[in-house]
């Protein structure tokens, strides 16, 4: 090597080690983990990682975060935990202490919110979760205090659904006979746990009821018995599999019910991508206000920046927990997580799915329970709190 | 006791007190890892206690730190943290006992498999439980943190190196040796092959239990899905092999490079990781196929031979 090229190549690695050094200090980390392999990383794909880049992309296009009247950038250190709890924990230390990240966003589902709870506290950082659904949130956030719920409690979930089926029973619209399913594992069990004695309790006549091993490949003899007992309506606690193959045994069957209801991802875009006009009327867990300007706008940013749509369910609420640490960081004008933190407690948010108020538990009390297709959208047809909920429509076939 | 033995002890001792103070680094990093690699310490040198001297695969692990997890999550509520432990360990090693009465008798090849579908029949076994009787979560809320869990893991690691020492120099032992190397000639000579290969299966499985009942208040909601994880099993396995079952200490030293290997690939290569994870595992196969223990005699038997030249 030439002793000038090599002077120039020495200087170019200088200057840029030197404005990399700059450049990172200016930045504002933000650490990300969840799932990108493992059992959930499909459900991450389409709730929990889309957004975080939507988000990210936003505000450096804005110029960055506004931070004590200084624009910094946002810069994002992702993980992938491989659906693992004690990945998530780790993960969450590496970030804090490796990658000294500024914010460390909750990571995807129940178990790993959960199981990076004590982390989250011990280190400091507020954890907005947007997919944890639980009924221990009392307990959670008395014993860490950074620790934020906007989905919701699982018993709301259930006991919902089968109020709708009884308004539309007491209006008229449907019979007193109903089927109910559920998948064997964790959060399928719970939600029936609490569902049975619910459609006990409000006089419903329990015609079949059966539960199938999670990852069950033929659920057609399900949906014969089901339709053998002929209910008038069905309801299944259900995972994204089944949900879909549930969905398709129904139309194979021509389950001739009027309520329809499959729980987890009824609410994903690739639920009406896959079944058309025939999701039309099928009732599921979560939903929207589809109508509301806010989440519109949100919808085609999502889908205009990501290439896909988001689902109608938790995609809104990670979004708006990235609105809620947004506002704070914005507004206290610091990165200090404990100033940061109480601003979160103390005070209420404008997001895409609406104010958002944490109650003294934490909590978030206000929330979607259960949404329906129709017109090929999932609109929120039951709340705890929400505007914008329509009228249920009956389930008329599967053209 | 030998001279050499007293030795030994002291420098397990010694080690033994260098990590406990690892905490004291309050590096909440260092300290996740350092479970980590106690952990795995734990389940591949209990692992390789009854696999080692036998050749028998076993791939329980995961069904049997399982049932731990799940005795720990199902008791908090109502029994002591520390009874919990050895309840654990004793339903791990009843199951255990059982299994291994089943299928211990029947050579390597079908124990494998029995093993394999254990994690999933256990797994399945706890849904249908709770799915029967409409369960709603299981949480394991205390005041351990990472810190308490290490050093647990840690003393339950001396507990496992004292009884595999124990029972190295014991008759069990020796019965092992001979029954790995050609179990015909150990029946012949009158050795209860079945009760020896039981005796250990017992042990490894109550170790596996107890270190599912520590993890436990780490995860707080217990999932079957974390709890029986499949994965489990198989990273002992090759923990175990990339250390070397020869020898006592072999696992433990397989276990610290793998950890930190597996470290570094999933936060350096986020889309690469199990692409690069099998790749290591053929090199590992394929350049130390005894494990570090066999490197380890093979050198001390070149530097032998070469002084016995000169």
Redesign the interface.
Known sequence: MKRRTFFKVTTTLAATLVAGAAFAQDNIIVGAVAPKTGPLAGGAAVTHWPNIQLWVEEVNERGGLNVGGEQRMLEVIEYDDQTNPAETIKAVQRLAQQDNADIILAPYSTGLNIAAAPIFDRLGFPQITSSAATDQIGDLSGQFNDMFFLLGRSTDLAEDAVEVLTDLREAGEIGNRVAMVNVADAFGIELMAVAKPAVEAAGFELVYETSYPLGTQDLSPIMKAVKGADPDAFVAWSYPPDTFGLTEQAMIEELDVKAFYTAVATAFPAFAGRFGAAAEGVMGIGGVNTASPEFMDYAARHEAATGAKPDYWASGMMYASLQILEEAIETTGTLDMAEVTQFIKDNAFETVMGTIDFDEQNSNTAYWTVGQWQGGEFKGIKETGRDGAVEPILKSGWE | MKRADWQNLGWGAALLVVAALLPLTG???L???G??IAMYTVLATSWALFSGPTHYISLATAAFFGIGTYVMGSGIEYINYWLLLPIAGLIGGVIAALVGLATLRLSGVYFVIFTLGLAEMTR?AV??Y??QT????T?V?TEL??PHIYWQLLALAALVFLLGWAIGRSKLGFALRIIGDDEDVARHVGINTALSKVALFVVSGATAAIVGAM?AP????I????AF?P?LSFQVVIMALLGGTGRLWGPLVGVIPFTLLW?AI??SF??Q??LLLGLSFLAIVYLLPGGFVGLYDRLRGRAKKRSAMA
Request: net charge negative; charged share 15%; glycine share 8%.
């Open positions: 590096d909440g990093y300290i996740s890892l479970v980590s399945q849904t249908w709770q799915n409409g369960h709603k979560g949480y809320l943190t990472d993890i780490r995860y707080i909601y999932e079957p899905a974390t994880t994965m470290e999933s936060s986020l889309n990781t199990t």
